[in-house]
């Protein structure tokens, strides 16, 4: 299809922070590879500051800007927005938009509290009796690897799960002196390691399993618990104050295990003080005939282990990379690895398409919902002594 | 120094079955790599099947052999009993062996109950004071990388200790017509993967941390609960019964997070159901500037990390095969692999050295006694619901 | 500074294959992660069936296409020409593009031939003298991995060099029913594994050492002589013809060994025949004092090793993704891999900057004219039975 | 079967250095874990110096020592005479132990010249007349992983082998200042890595593949051409002299291709300079439907990759300790690591076998030969620059 004869998707974002870069990326390129239903437009850009804002828009390539996100919100002109704020303005933007008809990106997680969450999930249910649809932005079920393990438990190929066991490893915050980032901020970020990426091995082993989870216990640690303030950002992180310092109000890290509905044990840990490990989201899922195993900082690959192998059984390391594999028919021959912003851009493929067929995008408000959940239980259990918390 | 000019240490085996092999290479084998400062003399093997007894002598290298391990304990011919029958049989052999003044190899886990380990460490200290010494034998903790690690941390080489995360997974349990061993018989084992190989993860952080568990939070899951009976024992299984089946009395898995003394978080798995892994007891362990991490099966390597190696960090994979590392002078040249026995050869050079020296061999049985509160907390915590559980 | 106030650079693209794809998106991508010096505006692309012209200028993002190259080739409001054919029209369009005082991207290898290559080579040499710049893409150069590696090698970190090892192993031609494309037959292609990925190690090789190839012994092998026609193409293969065969006129796989200007002794071996390797190129750096190793199927990892680590030395797995690595300070934080694409998009930022400064942008045609006396010397080795081919 | 109803095998060895340490272990350890024919009796260690010859007995478990191996080897209750001296006297002691009609096992290489070990096999062929036999000391066939890799390819696994990789890489030798050993001698070792571990990879490649190299093109180096000489030796090194200094007259790389008997193309590198490689004897075998992968520095893997996975296709990695794989049932449970020495237990376990059975035992002196006939070639077309050398 020409891009002419393909009705537009106009679409506008909402902040422009490193997951703003990422977003842009995705919605500059997959039309660029994949035959999208609809054109893209990137219409508009909203964010506070007027400088960075103007910036940002010519960086990114949207054309125009706004520091009014309302504005941009109800413009007539707008199909879809994309909200990439830090967490405490998900709620109030999301909901803007759905009631201004809109279709809704949101980045996960899916607020920072779990009223606020619930208020955004009753919010897309309305929309969604109007045709209009929200989706949660948890990117890495696009990572090939990731679609590739749902697809094998779905087929049986592991038989029923056993076990699954998650951790999502980081080490920026190992340095004591590393600086207070409205990450470190309760009010702003909701929560740390867990609420960050916790919030993503939650949701890729229920993606995964297409199970719940349905009970939790936890503990969280803060181990530095204050630290220099934030003179100026690069990056996650930035430059630290030298007399200045504030108290950190969320976790460093969390541990939790829990039931899956499926009757499975499954164990979890987020953290941000692993040294050596940088963006180690990693998991195993054992069943009851093999089992896969995932690691994000070798995102390409996946491990697939079956006893049908027999004396030649072992972990497989299977390049994802074949025109076969979810998605990847679009780029390049076998062996030539995708990075981390392809998962941003398969997902404004499969977003686009859910549109235009009139179908829930997934995953839903619903379903970034029920990882707040998970969350907040986890959250509960770590405040009382690590107690069983069903999720009920 | 010469075979003849060494002083004998005699030494007896009580049971002779996987365990027995393993200790009767290292009681052969010690003296021919390393300079022990006794001679060893394999005396006497006992064990109750006359039968598979004498050829148990004859096959691994002892002397003798009698049915009566009570008689063979109380030889005056006799300086050391090593205790290699299933739990339930420790406490009554190691006391009566102490009692009558002789040495004391025990192996893991030091019993099945809390009671009756006690009951033995309270039987070591008197022994310790005749001059008697008593010890449990974890015996990864002689791996050369696990005592490299241990080294590496008492000497600050990753800093104050933060995270540990520690599994021990196998999936020989995975098929569900896999037989009903003793092992899966509570009263013969104790507990079922706890015991087993969660007594190995619990000994290896508590020794390389040197720290000790002062809480956990735990479940276990037993996910196969009725199998066929054993027909006939094949290595640590056997062949299957078509017609009887029996009750599976002890856990499948175990996972547990717990808090170390000296602040830290700790995680825990223990499987027999994790499909594709044979024998992996890994462990992380996270400081402030670095990090080391051990997988069993590939266990001539050990990972470490250190911040300072600056912008070319990256975990090192140590080969730990140079003369310099622990106990490996002893062996081959440097990239030459040592395996899973031994660890066992190098228990035998520690325990006589430390006889020798009248020192307290490590670990003794209040080490093992540790362990098993853990244990016997993990077990409690999980049936209350994963109740926090302190060790006090 | 703002779009409006960078000078454009307009480029036109010749050819629109699977190389069109990645070349387009590298002049899309560049400006949106990095500070161009200059505007890219990507006016035309051009190539010969009128309706896959038409549909890749849309999907790549040209703004115009023609059928006819000289024609792009010589308009005014061009500055680059960006040449992306088969190697059998490099000399053609480049030369004509240098002439016309087009700044020149050409892919590799430069040419089918040595006679084209060294035409080429001297357009560009004239070219340089008015201001004009040509350069050759070895994209993996600007794989961050690989240029950490020569950064490395220049500081002096592995000491001199005595030997690499490098090979190129892919499959796809595994299967002796794969079909008969372009890249197999001679008159198209040249050569086969040789000059397709043996080009790529010998390139590496030389630019990660710094030195050059004084001589090669070599032999070619084609396994497969005769293979199905072609009737469709589909990524870098297609659908074989159930009737038609033709002959296979390039070599399947090369080997072949050498000694460095520096003294060391190099080995190669590129292939389309080792099952399971898609993409595997790697290579290993021994100097005196430690070593590098890198395999492009793990992209952002380089290994390192240096006697200095002492004790604990063991190859270091640096994940190239930190800010301070080369290229990655524009893209995500730590641990947030980068993928195939991005050499291409670091390509048309260090050939911008170049540009912009006035300066050679590398590798130069005289480097790529090196590499094909390389490839050009094995093939006269490969013909006289492995005979010993000085590079004079 | 019990001890004494086994028939004896009466042993004598020869030299008593690094092998002859390996050698004793095996003679030892065999019959403790294997149903050997006859019962291992270790009569006499030979040797020089009557010091360390006494101390070695001793230590190796040896009845009686002689300075005197002639007067050894012919004493009428010596069975087999196991010959682990330097190269140098291979020839001489083998020889006269056959044409005393005692069994021989000799280390590899066979000799230090292509005349010697012609010699030796002819004095094999003639004795195996009176049912005497001779083997040579190729300890990696008997790793489980590189049996298991032989038996795939015998089976078919991975179909027609079109190509073959193999390199052992150590290190020991990098740095400038390790002292002279003999292994450096060309008097007496031969050559350097090229027929201490060149061989081994030649003899591995054509065990595996189960085909003989037709014709060679090959370079060797010297990269240290003089260094200190020896003050005292340590392991295969030791401590340098601080004045003097001698020539090194042996390789310390060699890399060479070649042609296997079946059409297939073989690389192959041996070298003691690769920093941070200790023992890496790695090949990789590439066949039309699979391939398969070995490193010995992870010794209980082989990596099996086979099309016929499909879409789920990557290479397997087999922890090869299954009771099913070869010579493991006789050891531990699944994922309980062998180690170096195991290759020598399985030695003398499958020597003893063929002994009783009458039959001759493999690799024989012919095959001993025809590898040493490779490394002459090898050093033939490396002294004729590179020239293609027939096997014939």
């Not at 506070?48 to 010519?58: F, I, K, S, V």
């Not at 499926?262 to 990693?282: Q, S, V, Y």
């Not at 995102?299 to 192998?309: K, R």
């Amino acid at each position: 299809m020409t891009d002419a004869a393909r009705p537009p998707l106009r679409v506008a974002m909402i902040g422009h922070g490193f997951m703003g870069a990422a977003h842009s990326h995705a919605w500059r390129t997959a039309q660029r590879f994949f035959d999208l239903p609809r054109r893209i437009e990137m219409v508009a850009v909203a964010g506070r500051n007027p400088e960075t804002l103007r910036e940002a828009a010519d960086r990114y390539g949207w054309s125009e800007c706004d520091t009014d996100w309302r504005r941009v919100v109800e413009r007539d002109d707008i199909d879809l927005v994309d909200v990439v704020t830090p967490g405490s303005a998900h709620m109030e933007v999301a909901v803007a938009a759905l009631d201004a008809g809109k279709h809704v990106l949101c980045e996960k997680p899916l607020a920072n509290t779990l009223a606020e969450a619930g208020a955004m999930a009753e919010a897309a249910a309305k929309a969604r009796e109007r045709g209009v649809f929200a989706m949660v932005g948890f990117t890495y079920r696009r990572v090939p690897a990731v679609r590739l393990a749902r697809e094998l438990v779905e087929s049986g190929e592991i038989g029923r799960i056993r076990q699954t066991r998650a951790v999502y490893l980081q080490d920026w915050l190992s340095d004591e002196n590393a600086p207070l980032t409205w990450r470190l901020d309760r009010s702003a970020a909701g929560s740390g390691a867990l609420g960050d990426i916790g919030a993503h091995i939650v949701d890729a082993i229920q993606y995964v399993t297409g199970q719940e989870l349905t009970g939790v216990s936890g503990m969280t640690r803060t181990f530095v618990t204050e630290r220099p303030m934030l003179e100026e950002s690069v990056g996650l992180s930035g430059r630290a104050s030298e007399s200045r310092r504030g108290p950190v109000t969320v976790d460093d890290a969390a541990v939790f295990f829990g039931t899956l509905s499926g009757g499975g044990l499954a164990t979890f840990e987020a953290t941000r003080m692993a040294p050596g490990r940088k963006n180690a989201l990693r998991f195993e899922i054992s069943g009851t005939t093999g089992a896969l195993a995932f690691d994000l900082e070798d995102l390409n690959t996946l491990q697939v282990f079956s006893f049908a192998d027999g004396n030649t059984a072992g972990f497989r390391r299977v390049l994802v990379t074949e025109p076969e594999h979810p998605y990847v028919a679009a780029w390049w021959p076998p062996g030539h690895m995708l990075g981390y912003e392809h998962g941003f851009t398969h997902q404004v493929r499969d977003l686009v398409a859910a549109i235009d067929a009139g179908e829930q995008p997934r995953p839903s408000f619903e379903e970034g919902l029920q990882v707040q959940r998970v969350l907040e239980a986890v959250e509960r259990s770590a405040a009382a002594d690590a107690r069983w918390t069903p999720l009920t």
